[in-house]
Nanobody, 121 residues
């Protein structure tokens, strides 16, 4: 059973920093793209940042220059370092990964359980 387990959310004042971590466990043959999404009340889940298997990254315009995504392939882990946080960053943050579970290299979509990030003004 493959799982993604997130940690690191919490409450922080505007201008502060938080570090989110997401670790994959279970039988994982390989991981392709890994990403962080977020969803705030009344809004659709939206992509925050993505990192490919070879380390290329992409960010939403709203977090460019403030957030950094990275991954540790040996540990099946993706990290989101969030700096200069703003109240509008408040949301539930979800880890996502495209995981290959056998040698056919077909990737399946997995999600973490979500972690709350609250930024106070």
């Amino acid at each position: 059973q493959v799982q993604l387990v997130e940690s690191g959310g919490g409450l922080v004042q505007a201008g502060g920093s938080l570090r989110l971590s997401c670790a994959g466990s279970g039988y994982i043959f390989a991981i392709k793209d890994m990403a962080w999404y977020r969803q705030s009340p009344g809004k659709q889940r939206a992509l925050v940042a993505l990192v490919t298997s070879d380390g290329n990254t992409d960010y939403s315009d709203s977090v460019k220059g403030r957030f950094t995504i990275s991954r540790d392939n040996a540990k099946n882990t993706v990290i989101l370092q969030m700096n200069s946080l703003k109240p509008e960053d408040t949301a539930v943050y979800y880890c996502n990964a495209q995981i290959v579970i056998n040698s056919d290299y077909r990737a399946y979509d997995f999600w973490g359980q979500g972690t709350q990030v609250t930024v106070s003004s």
